[in-house]
């Protein structure tokens, strides 16, 4: 079938860079190209920018700061206020599109990248039967892209309502409810506060393994900023020097379910485990608000089986387990992931046997996820102008 890149309202098929993914990555590493000459087109499966961000829970906000979570070229308002709110990075996303005039085209998703025939660029399978080649790939699909639930024993006998937490939008539903949160990473430690904020009748928090949990701010100092110093430090080192911190900003939530964990903060970042930032989980546990359990194990007649042994029935469970970079498909194929799905390289470096296809935002980085986008948007465009040279096209206006 012929390169369609001209239906669907695609630019002519004169190779260009091909971005996969209209999120801050995506949208930040179009920019770092088009700001070099280099033609980018972002490539969006939904129908406008940002969607994973538009669909989170209504009481996100960023846990990083507003001037270290701003896109090259464009910074976020101050009006924002220092942890910017869901709404207010979808309207950023928005207007950085906008502001940069990015080639974005929407409802086009992407199937298969594989090289072409005559192995100089990358042939893209897209929505409709569409075949676009472009001299270089980036993608950018997100870290968050794929729900992840456990397959949990006899979870079908279990008639109450169940959703992973990527359906919660908030507590309104449950207000007056018996809720069970499966999983104690950000997304579920906070989920637990607005239930119980919002009016549930009894929370749960279902946790396998004690996380880290942080101050987001300890005496006007962001937790992010000592992520930034610390990201090129050695292992050991940040988890002694973590240790002294967590004792004096955290309190001691043993008697409460929430042992301290015996693996240090920066291991556990190394594992891929991100320290909990606390936006209310303290004090909710230590008041008895949010009630901490064991794992979960499985289901049975219409009960939760937890790890200690215990059954419970709540009206409702919120699995916060995670996502899957959901690649496999995509990439798969090429030699460029590693056992679990992910990306072998990122940012600026390519493997030999896959020149030039680029991957960002699939790191869970302690110094920010926006931030390293933006570093990792400028190694990708150096990278793509430095190796692809004058097979790229170039603008010209």
Known sequence: MPDSTASAGLPPADRPVYVIGGGPGGLATAYALRARGVRAVVLERSDRVGASWRRHYDRLRLHTTRRLSSLPGLPMPRRFGRWPARDDVVRYLEKYAEHHRLEVVTGVEVSRVERTPDGTGWLLHATGGRRLTGTAVVVATGYNHTPYVPQWPGRDT????????????????????????????????????????????????????????????????????????????????????????????????????????????????????????????????????????????????????????????????????????GLEDLVGHLGVLDAAGRPLLHGGRTRPDAPGLYFTGFTNPISGMLRELSIDARRIARAVTKNAGDRVPRLTG
């Open 158 to 325: 279990y008639t109450g309502e169940f959703l992973h937490a990527s359906a919660y939008r908030n507590p309104v539903p449950y207000a007056g409810r018996d809720v069970l949160v499966v999983g104690v990473g950000n997304t579920g430690a906070e989920i637990a506060v607005d239930l119980v904020e919002g009016g549930a009748s009894r929370v749960r928090l279902s946790v396998r393994t004690a996380p880290h949990i942080v101050r987001r701010a300890t005496a006007g100092w962001p937790a992010q900023y000592t992520g930034v110093l610390v990201r090129r430090l050695p292992v050991g080192l940040v988890d002694r020097l973590a240790r002294p911190v967590a004792r004096l900003s955290v309190p001691d939530l043993s008697p409460h379910g929430l042992p301290r964990p015996d693996t240090g903060l920066y291991s556990r970042v190394a594992e891929g485990a991100i320290p909990v930032q606390d936006a209310g989980l303290i004090d909710a546990v230590r008041r008895g608000r949010v009630e901490v359990v064991a794992a979960v194990d499985g289901f049975e007649a219409g009960k939760v089986l937890l790890a200690d042994g215990t059954r419970t029935a709540p009206d409702a469970v919120i699995a916060a387990t995670g996502y899957r970079r």
